[in-house]
C-alpha cells in the first residue's frame, strides 16, 4: 500500500527500539525524511545508521529526553517543521504495592507520559496548522482505558493524555491536522524485557524468563494466544500518519490481541 507521504518530513520521539524503531522502520519505507530520539546514544546512532542504509532514506538521530524541557529543546532545533509526529515512552517499571507510590514516582510518571508529549505537541500543532497537513499519533498504551493495578504508574498518565488529545484533535482536525493515539497491549520488546527483574521482583518470583513468562500468562489471557512483537502495531500507526488516515480524528485504537474486554 502506498501510503503517500514520501518526501515528508517525520519525527519518532522514542525511535530507536521497540514500537517506536518498528514505526521508525515503516515510516522510513514510504519514503520520509526521518528524524528519530532517544535517551541511550548508542543505541540510537546504530538504530538511525541501520535504518537509513535498510531503506535508503534520510535519518536524523537526536539524542533528546522528551520529559525534559533540555532534551525538547534539542529536538526542536534539530526538526523545527515536520510533517508528522509519532511518539512513544519507554515503559514505566511494574509498581508493585501501589500504596508504596510517592508523589516522586507520579511527578516522573507525569514529565514523562503527558506533559513531555503534550510540549512537544504544543510546539508543532501551529506548525503543521500553516502547513494546513499534518498528522500526530501517540503511542500509548491499553492501561489508559484499563485500568491494571501492577501498572498503575504507566495508566493514568495516558489516560489525562488521551483526554487533552481528544479535546485538542477536534480543534486541530478543520486545519488537516489528525491527531489520535494508538494503546498497545502486553507486546514483547527490548524494554519489556528489561523488565524482567522488576516484574519478578513486584510478585515476589524467580527472576527466570520462564516463570515470569508463565506468570504472566496465567494473569495476562491474550484471546490471539500470544504475545505480539511491535512489528504487529508498527503498520497502524504508519497509517495514522498517512493521507489515507484523513477522517480519522481523536481515536484511541486498541491492538492487543483481544484482551481488552470492551465494545468501545
Given amino acids: 500500500m502506498d501510503l503517500q507521504i514520501s518526501g515528508k518530513k517525520a519525527i519518532m520521539a522514542g525511535g530507536s527500539a521497540g514500537m517506536g524503531r518498528a514505526t521508525a522502520e515503516r515510516l522510513a519505507e514510504a ?8 535517551r541511550r546514544k548508542e543505541r540510537l546512532l546504530k538504530a538511525a545508521e541501520e535504518i537509513a542504509q535498510k531503506y535508503n532514506t534520510s535519518v536524523t538521530p537526536v539524542v533528546a ?148 513468562r508463565a506468570h504472566f500468562q496465567e494473569h495476562n489471557k491474550i484471546p490471539a494466544g500470544f504475545i505480539a512483537d511491535a512489528a504487529d502495531m508498527a503498520p497502524m500507526a504508519a497509517l495514522l500518519c498517512s493521507p489515507l488516515s484523513r477522517f480519522i480524528v481523536g481515536q484511541n485504537i486498541v491492538i492487543d490481541g483481544g484482551q481488552h474486554y470492551s465494545l468501545f
Avoid: H
Avoid at 31 to 38: K, S
Avoid at 163 to 185: C, F, H, K, M
Fill in 31 to 38: 519514503g520520509v525524511e526521518l528524524y528519530i530520539t532517544a
Fill in 65 to 212: 529526553d522528551s520529559s525534559t524541557e533540555e532534551g525538547r529543546q534539542a529536538l526542536f532545533a534539530a526538526c523545527p517543521d515536520p510533517d508528522i509526529l509519532s511518539i512513544t515512552i519507554k515503559p514505566p517499571p511494574p509498581n508493585g504495592n501501589f500504596l508504596e507510590l510517592t508523589p516522586e514516582n507520579w511527578r516522573d510518571s507525569i514529565d514523562t507520559a503527558l506533559i513531555g508529549p503534550i510540549e512537544i505537541m504544543r510546539r508543532y500543532i501551529p506548525v503543521m496548522k500553516d502547513k494546513g497537513w499534518g498528522r500526530i499519533v501517540n503511542i500509548a498504551t491499553f492501561s489508559a482505558k484499563n485500568p491494571m493495578i501492577w501498572r498503575l504508574m504507566s495508566g493514568p498518565a495516558r489516560s489525562a493524555l488521551v483526554n487533552y488529545t481528544a479535546g485538542v484533535s477536534r480543534e486541530v482536525a478543520q486545519y488537516g491536522v489528525n491527531i489520535n493515539n494508538i494503546l498497545p497491549g502486553m507486546f514483547q520488546t527490548e524494554g519489556a524485557s528489561e523488565l524482567m527483574e522488576v516484574y519478578a521482583q513486584a510478585f515476589g518470583l524467580q527472576p527466570d524468563p520462564q516463570v515470569v
